[in-house]
């Protein structure tokens, strides 16, 4: 069945640093791929999407591109921030709202 | 806009008893969708509606139901409720197409005891 794998947390970085949080995908047929992020005692936000190979999805600085060849849709920062602390999902859809979601990966951000 | 509102926020049951979880999704959004995010883990797929009709199932047993209104809110239900569906309860609303994005609301944060 579909799935979603993205790297195990919690990541700890320094401000400023580099982000790099892999995910690759296991699905049929041609599914959107989204980014969604969890602030602490808030609900779940769409980060940024891509609905098709090679579509690149970005917001507030992150990227992720969608690799069809590598089944893959890593989100990338180049210079996080405090605010970035926050439960990282990679999510998957192929039909109607069922959305599959990895298991998340926490970000803390250090000053 | 008022987004995604869910209630109640928190919520303690005993085991053995029933529990009615509530969305009113945004304005304009048909579907509305149902997600169990047990601690540590990421959202997993209950229910969806669209239109007042059950479109799709995740795997849950039969204690779990749902349904939509004519206004497109939703209750969700668990009857005999264990000690393993304490979570976080998360309702989502879209436009019901398959690139629409989910806005999902806070959460009933249930407790089973």
């Known amino acids: 069945g579909d799935s979603v794998t993205q790297m195990e947390g919690p990541v700890t970085l320094s401000e400023e640093a580099c982000l790099t949080i892999?995910?690759?995908?296991?699905?049929?047929?041609?599914?959107?791929l989204f980014w969604y992020v969890q602030y602490p005692g808030e609900g779940l936000q769409l980060l940024l999407k891509?609905?098709?190979?090679?579509d690149k999805g970005s917001n507030k600085g992150f990227e992720a591109t969608y690799r069809k060849e590598t089944t893959s849709f890593h989100l990338e920062k180049g210079s996080v921030q405090v605010s970035d602390s926050a439960v990282y999902f990679c999510?998957?859809?192929?039909?109607?709202?069922?959305?599959?979601f990895g298991p998340g990966t926490s970000l803390s951000v250090i000053p | 806009d008022a987004g995604v509102t869910q209630s109640p926020t928190h919520l303690i049951k005993t085991r053995g008893q029933h529990v009615t979880l509530r969305c009113s999704p945004i304005?304009?959004?048909?579907?509305v969708s149902w997600y169990q995010q047990v601690l540590g883990q990421g959202p997993q797929f209950i229910f969806q509606?669209?239109?007042?009709?059950?479109?799709g199932r995740g795997n849950f047993p039969d204690r779990f139901s749902a349904r939509q209104f004519p206004n497109y809110s939703s209750e969700l239900n668990v009857n005999a409720l264990l000690l393993g569906d304490s979570a976080l309860y998360l309702c989502?609303?879209?436009?019901?197409?398959?690139?629409?994005?989910?806005?999902f609301g806070n959460g009933t944060r249930l407790t089973v005891t």
């Open positions: 304005s304009g959004h048909k579907s």
């Open positions: 999510a998957l859809r192929t039909s109607y709202d069922k959305v599959i």
């Open positions: 989502a609303s879209s436009l019901g197409d398959r690139n629409s994005p989910l806005h």
């Open positions: 891509a609905t098709k190979a090679d």
């Open positions: 509606y669209y239109e007042k009709e059950e479109r």
């Open positions: 892999n995910c690759t995908y296991t699905a049929t047929g041609y599914p959107s």
